[in-house]
């Protein structure tokens, strides 16, 4: 057979396969699939009968040309066998024109009132806020669970803002949390601020596709005619009480794969087509083009259900590897006796030489490739520094990559124990036994090198037993990593707003926590060779370990300030919530900026509420003004914690709340210093300690007689906050019924 005729029958065969290929179902028959441009596979559809259950129903307007495609409330753009689902979400806005009255005001309260079959992707949407007076914040809902986090971006000047990178100035960004499948967006803006509003008139807030995304200069007016913006949701089959040992979505030669609380499934390999549909996948026909195969020259292709097979003619049998095989005649020349060993042992010589070229090449890339990472994250800055403390690093440890990829199963997702702000952290083991904290930087990022450096400095200077101990750091990689000794009972955080574990809180324990806490920025602000300011002092940055000490954390934006240095002006860093109003409105930063933040925690432990709640009312929803309202109408009790009170720390409670407001203070100059607040605390915890009456956080409703006491600027608050009536005991004070909480 010619060339010219064999080329003529592969494009016969080739034709109608193609033709057969696209005919490939993607909906259940009479369904329909397409919505305009957006395809619809099974186990989604638009009518009921086409879908797999009421959490697939995809919404087609066709009233309008081109028709769009929904799901609940939210236009889609493209849906995937895969796993995902496109769709745009609005964007929240807060604009003001030049004389700074506000024009125009969206807060996106956005619910996507879908089940549980979806979520919002956590790795492939963020979080960002865009705008030089920014606040902007989210809170998300894991089912019935919610949380909230925010952004705060402030530039003077719009030559400030760096194009192409959302880092802080002008822009800021932060993931989503895994699960999430409900949020709300708000933004505000300072309208004070006028001197910005001719190149910043707005405040903007939205989740978005993170590869759809690009910041720069322009964007402060450009999002002021955007509407909308691409966002991905993942979705999954989730069945009740089956999982992939039970998948009834999965059919016919297909394999179903776990995701989170439910399951996806692909074809088996060796077949294509749509899993879900009832007819299953279908074999692909290896020996049929435009399918390739390994069977070459005389060898027959033979298609096997999920495979294929190579056969040679009569007189011939099949040589060849996994990639190529062809036949050779079974009976040879002599000469093959001879050519055969002599080829096979030049070919074993030239793999050996390659071989011995190709190691040392690869190993001479690694080399490079280490000096390059080790120069990218600061090396030489960090060694700078490091001299510039002598003997304060020498018991640092320098780790290698192989290390901590050993120790972490090549850093593998089940082994992550926390995510913060600049990285994520992984627990590990080293060879000699000892379990580490290894914390990886989250982002590729040269600006974050500062922080990354500025912790390992910090903390190779600091001493002390409430400090989480630097145990060495690893600058072989892409991303710089830092190894920490491991604390083994997570943040004070999750055991203050875990009702499960807030009640092996006692009030001995959480005063102890306070005190440590405290002790710890005393020593940073007095005792260190050069004061150090952490700047992000809050309850998930606070560890403790199994008999409930205090270990400070996280020193990644934490600032040296020289002693003849009052104050520092900064970019504003923190958390919403914990961060000390005056440092936000003046950028001035100063040791009270730590004094307030620490006051905040104060308040976490006296009340076990949130620092934020949008489950309080608005007046509520910052725990540091319901606190001050409290205390200033004299109603203490309706917030304290009920199951910390007894008739033995009244006093205590009372002490440590008056302690907390004058934290609290707006004014900085008004705010006791860290190393008074210490010996305060100190002497709390030597009072005589009494038996504790109500240290089990039970249901019934506890009574005390209590009296009032003063702070030092002569003001009465009452600890119990509820309705007064006469006691027996002490004639002459009032009593307070208090109540349990929890």
């Known amino acids: 057979m010619g060339i010219l005729e064999r080329f003529w029958l592969v494009i016969l065969i080739a034709t109608p396969l193609a033709a057969i290929a696209a005919e490939l179902p993607i909906a259940k028959p009479d369904c329909q699939d397409k919505c305009g441009d957006v395809s619809i596979p099974y186990p989604f559809g638009t009518r009921e009968g086409c879908y797999y259950n009421e959490g697939f129903f995809i919404g087609c307007n ?37 004389f700074g009255y506000r024009t125009y005001n969206i807060q996106s309260s956005f619910g996507l009132g879908l089940n549980g079959s979806y979520t919002i992707s956590d790795t492939k949407n963020k979080f960002v ?26 530039c003077d000047s719009i030559d400030y803002v760096n194009n192409h990178t959302c880092s802080g100035i002008g822009c800021c960004q ?7 499948n409900n949020f709300t967006v708000r933004v505000v803006e300072s309208s004070e601020n006028q001197r910005i509003l001719n190149f910043s008139p707005c405040s903007y807030g939205f989740i978005v596709e993170e590869s759809k995304f690009n910041f720069s200069s322009n964007s402060l007016l450009h ?26 979505a999965c059919q016919r030669h297909s394999d179903c794969v776990p995701v989170d609380d439910g399951y996806r499934c692909k074809c088996s390999k060796g077949f294509e087509g749509n899993p879900y549909l009832p007819s299953g996948c279908r074999d692909i026909d290896e020996c049929s083009p435009p399918n390739l195969n390994d069977c070459k020259g005389m060898a027959t292709c033979i298609n096997t259900e999920g495979s294929h097979n190579c056969s040679c003619p009569e007189g ?34 030239f793999l050996v030489a390659g071989t011995w070229l190709f190691w040392g090449y690869n190993k001479w890339k690694l080399i490079k490739l280490k000096q390059k990472f080790f120069m990218q994250n600061g090396g030489l800055m960090l060694q700078q520094q490091l001299s510039n403390h002598e003997g304060s690093a020498e018991a640092a440890k ?57 912790e390992v400095v910090l903390l190779s200077q600091i001493n002390h037993r409430n400090v989480v101990k630097l145990l060495g750091c690893c600058l072989e990689t892409e991303v710089p990593l830092l190894v920490y000794e491991f604390i083994s009972n997570g943040t004070l955080h999750h055991h203050i707003h875990n009702k499960s574990k807030a009640s092996s809180l006692t009030w001995e324990i959480r005063l102890r926590i306070a005190t440590e806490t405290a002790g710890v920025l005393s020593y940073l602000h007095s005792a260190a060779s050069t004061p150090i300011i952490h700047r992000d002092i809050k309850s998930t940055n606070i560890l403790l370990d199994d008999s409930y000490t205090a270990k400070v954390s996280d020193f990644g934006i934490s600032r040296l300030v020289p002693q003849d240095q009052a104050g520092i002006s900064t970019v504003v860093q923190g958390t919403i919530g914990y961060l000390d109003p005056e440092y936000l409105h003046s950028s001035k930063l100063t040791d009270k900026s ?54 033995a720390n009244i006093e205590q409670l009372n002490e440590v709340a008056n302690l907390a407001r004058r934290c609290l203070s707006v004014k900085g100059e008004e705010r006791p210093t860290m190393k008074e607040v210490a010996m305060e605390l100190e002497g709390l915890r030597r009072m005589t300690k009494h038996p504790w009456a109500n240290d089990a956080c039970d249901a019934k409703e506890v009574e005390y007689s209590l009296g009032e006491t003063s702070d030092k600027s002569g003001h009465d608050f009452d600890v119990s906050g509820s309705t007064s009536v006469v006691s027996n005991t002490f004639p002459d004070q009032v009593g307070f019924a208090v109540h349990s909480r929890r």
């Open 316 to 349: 011939y049998h099949l040589v060849g590897n996994g990639t190529e095989k062809g036949c050779i005649a079974n009976n040879r020349h002599n000469w093959n006796l001879i050519l055969v060993p002599v080829g096979i042992g030049g070919l074993a010589l």
């Open 62 to 98: 066709d009233t309008i040309s081109p028709p769009i495609a929904s799901v609940g409330n939210v236009n889609v753009t493209n849906i995937t066998l895969e796993g995902t689902i496109h769709i745009t979400q609005y964007i929240a806005h807060d604009c003001y024109d030049e």
């Open 398 to 454: 320098i780790f290698t990559v192989e290390e901590l990829k050993k120790a972490t199963n090549n850093f593998d997702d089940s082994g992550v124990i926390g995510q913060g702000g600049y990285g994520t952290v992984y627990k590990g083991t080293l060879r000699d036994g000892r379990i580490v904290a290894i914390k990886k930087s989250r982002i590729i990022d040269q600006s974050q090198n500062e922080q990354f450096i500025n």
């Open 174 to 180: 932060t993931s989503i949390a895994k699960g999430t």
């Open 594 to 647: 730590d004094v307030y933040s620490f006051g905040v925690v104060l308040l976490e432990l006296l009340t076990g509420e949130k620092v934020l709640s949008f489950d309080r009312t608005e007046e509520e929803r910052n725990l540091s003004m319901y606190f001050l309202s409290a205390m200033k109408d004299n109603c203490l009790g309706k917030i304290i914690d009920g199951c910390i009170v007894n008739e």
């Open 129 to 154: 806020a865009i705008g030089c007076d920014t606040t902007a914040y989210i809170q998300g809902f894991q089912g019935d669970k919610s949380y909230t986090a925010g952004c705060i971006t402030k």
């Open 223 to 248: 999002y002021q005619n955007v509407s909308v913006l691409p966002m991905v949701l993942d979705w999954s089959i989730r069945d009740i009480n089956q999982t992939c040992r039970k998948a009834n």
